[in-house]
C-alpha cells in the first residue's frame, strides 16, 4: 500500500475502508494480491449490478476492440451507439410505452444531473429547483447544491444556490407529509418560495442513508408537478437498472417522470457512462448547447447494449424481488440479535440496510470487521450510521448466505468489544 500512500492525493476515500490491493474480480467476488477472496456487497457503489467481467459483456467489448471499433467519437454517429439506442429502445422503452429522447452528457452521474438542471431551467424560464433532505445527486456545483450533506457541500468552497430544500418522504416523522406541505407552500402566495423549475428526486436515497419513498408519496410529487407546470426529474443514477427489483425505480407508482437521471451500472460492466432520458417536448438544447468530450463512450455503448439481455425477460428482476426479501428477513433477525444498536431495517430491493440509532460511530467499525472477514461492505448516511448492502444482482445464493453471516458476525464482535469497554 506505499505507493499509494506516497503518491496518491489524501483525497482518496474508499481504499482506507478496503485497504488491500485488488488483482482479479469475477461476478460476485474479488481477490486481491495475498490471494484473498472477498464477496462483493458494495458492486462499484451501484455500478456493477451485473457483476464483475460478465462474460457477454467482456466478450463483445474484446470483439470490438480487435476489430479496430472505434472508441472515441464525441457524439457522431457510430455503429456501436446506433446499436445501444436500437436495443435501449426495444428492450427499456417500448415495452414500458415510454417515449423519451435520450441525451448522453458526459460519463458520470453527476454530468446526467447536470444536463437536467440546466434543461429545465431552459425549458421553463425558471431557476429554483426543489431537492429534499439527505439527497445526493453528485459532486460538481450544480448537483452539489441539490446535495443535503454538510461535509461534502462544505468542499465547493463558494455559496450554493437556487435550490429549496423540503422534508424527504418520512423525514420528519411526525405523521407530516411533506408531499402536502409542498403543494401548499406552492398555493400560498405568502410561502416565500417561489415557482421552481423542476422537483429532483431520489425514490431510495442511497449515500442519504437508504432511505426510500413510499409510491404514494411518489405518485402525489408527480401529480403536484403536472398542476404546477413543473418539470420531474428522477435521479436513478444509482437505484436504476434494476437495483430496486424494477429497471426503473419508480415503476411500482406507475408514474411517468418528466426527465431521468441515469449512469453507474448502465455502463454495463462499470464503464463510464451517463444518459438522460427527456420527454420529446422537453427536448430544447440546441446543437452543442449542452456537450462534452467523453459524452459518446462507445465501450460503454457495446457494453450496455450487451446488459440489455438480462431485460429481455423477467428472470432478474423476480430473483432480486426474492432475495430482497431474504435479505430484508436477514437484517430482521440482526437487528433483533443485536437491541443495543436500536437498529432499523431500511431500503428495498437490493439496496438495503440497517440504520444504528444507538451507537452510530459503530458504523464504520462493522463494515472494517466484515471486511477483515471477507465482506466488501459500506456504510451511508450522514453520520455513517447505516451499514449499507449494494451487492451485484448476480449475487449467488451461496455468496448472499456467507456475505449475510459474515455481516452478522461483524455486529457479534463490536458488540461484545462495546461490552468489555462498558464493564
Given amino acids: 500500500m506505499n505507493v499509494f500512500e506516497q503518491y496518491e492525493s489524501n483525497v482518496r476515500?474508499?481504499?482506507?475502508?478496503?485497504?488491500?490491493?485488488?488483482?482479479?474480480?469475477?461476478?460476485?467476488?474479488m481477490w486481491d494480491d495475498q490471494g484473498k477472496e472477498y464477496i462483493d456487497f458494495f458492486a462499484g457503489a451501484g455500478a456493477l449490478n451485473?457483476?464483475?467481467?460478465?462474460?457477454?459483456?467482456?466478450?463483445?467489448?474484446?470483439?470490438?476492440?480487435?476489430?479496430?471499433g472505434i472508441l472515441h467519437s464525441l457524439?457522431?454517429?457510430?455503429?456501436?451507439?446506433?446499436?445501444?439506442?436500437?436495443?435501449?429502445?426495444?428492450?427499456?422503452?417500448?415495452?414500458?410505452?415510454?417515449?423519451?429522447?435520450?441525451?448522453f452528457p458526459g460519463p458520470t452521474g453527476t454530468n446526467t444531473?447536470?444536463?437536467?438542471?440546466?434543461?429545465?431551467?431552459?425549458?421553463?424560464?425558471?431557476?429554483?429547483?426543489?431537492?429534499?433532505?439527505?439527497?445526493?445527486?453528485?459532486?460538481?456545483?450544480?448537483?452539489?447544491?441539490?446535495?443535503g450533506n454538510a461535509f461534502k457541500r462544505k468542499g465547493a468552497g463558494v455559496s450554493l444556490n437556487e435550490t429549496i430544500f423540503m422534508p424527504y418522504d418520512g423525514y420528519t416523522g411526525n405523521g407530516i407529509n411533506s408531499a402536502d406541505l409542498l403543494e401548499q407552500m406552492l398555493n400560498d402566495d405568502g410561502s416565500g418560495m417561489d415557482k421552481p423549475a423542476a422537483v429532483i428526486l431520489e425514490v431510495i436515497q442511497g449515500e442519504g442513508g437508504i432511505n426510500a419513498c413510499s409510491m404514494e408519496?411518489?405518485?402525489?410529487?408527480?401529480?403536484?408537478?403536472?398542476?404546477?407546470?413543473?418539470?420531474?426529474?428522477?435521479?436513478?443514477?444509482?437505484?436504476?437498472?434494476g437495483r430496486s427489483g424494477t429497471f426503473f425505480s419508480f415503476e411500482p407508482a406507475g408514474i411517468v417522470p418528466d426527465m431521468i437521471c441515469m449512469s453507474k451500472s448502465l455502463g454495463g460492466m462499470g464503464l463510464p457512462f451517463a444518459m438522460t432520458l427527456v420527454k420529446p417536448e422537453y427536448d430544447k438544447f440546441g446543437p452543442g448547447e449542452h456537450?462534452?468530450?467523453?459524452?459518446?463512450?462507445?465501450?460503454?455503448?457495446?457494453?450496455?447494449?450487451?446488459?440489455?439481455?438480462?431485460?429481455?425477460?423477467?428472470?432478474?428482476?423476480q430473483r432480486v424481488q426474492h432475495n430482497a426479501a431474504v435479505i430484508k428477513e436477514r437484517l430482521g433477525r440482526i437487528r433483533d440479535r443485536f437491541p443495543q444498536f436500536a437498529a432499523k431495517v431500511k431500503g428495498r430491493g437490493f439496496m438495503q440496510g440497517l440504520e444504528l440509532t444507538?451507537?452510530?460511530?459503530?458504523g464504520e467499525e462493522i463494515c472494517a470487521e466484515a471486511f477483515k472477514n471477507g465482506l466488501i461492505l459500506e456504510t451511508a448516511g450522514p453520520d455513517d450510521e447505516v451499514v449499507k448492502l449494494l451487492p451485484p444482482l448476480i449475487l449467488t445464493d451461496e455468496s448472499l448466505a456467507k456475505g449475510l453471516d459474515i455481516m452478522e458476525e461483524a455486529f457479534a464482535a463490536v458488540a461484545e468489544r462495546m461490552e468489555k469497554s462498558a464493564a
Avoid at 463512450?297 to 439481455?309: C, G, K, T
Fill in 13 to 29: 476515500s474508499y481504499i482506507r475502508s478496503f485497504p488491500a490491493t485488488f488483482v482479479r474480480a469475477k461476478g460476485d467476488k
Fill in 50 to 68: 451485473y457483476g464483475h467481467n460478465d462474460d457477454g459483456m467482456k466478450k463483445a467489448v474484446i470483439e470490438y476492440m480487435q476489430g479496430d
Fill in 75 to 103: 457524439d457522431m454517429g457510430t455503429e456501436a451507439k446506433a446499436k445501444f439506442l436500437q436495443r435501449f429502445q426495444d428492450v427499456i422503452l417500448k415495452p414500458r410505452k415510454m417515449d423519451y429522447k435520450m441525451m
Fill in 113 to 147: 444531473v447536470e444536463s437536467a438542471l440546466k434543461l429545465a431551467r431552459k425549458v421553463t424560464g425558471r431557476a429554483k429547483v426543489v431537492s429534499f433532505t439527505r439527497a445526493f445527486h453528485g459532486m460538481t456545483l450544480g448537483a452539489l447544491a441539490i446535495t
Fill in 217 to 241: 408519496w411518489l405518485k402525489r410529487i408527480r401529480e403536484i408537478c403536472t398542476e404546477h407546470g413543473i418539470i420531474m426529474i428522477v435521479d436513478d443514477v444509482q437505484a436504476g437498472c
Fill in 291 to 317: 456537450n462534452g468530450t467523453f459524452r459518446g463512450n462507445n465501450l460503454a455503448f457495446i457494453a450496455a447494449a450487451e446488459a440489455m439481455r438480462f431485460w429481455e425477460n423477467d428472470d432478474l428482476a
Fill in 358 to 362: 444507538v451507537a452510530k460511530e459503530k
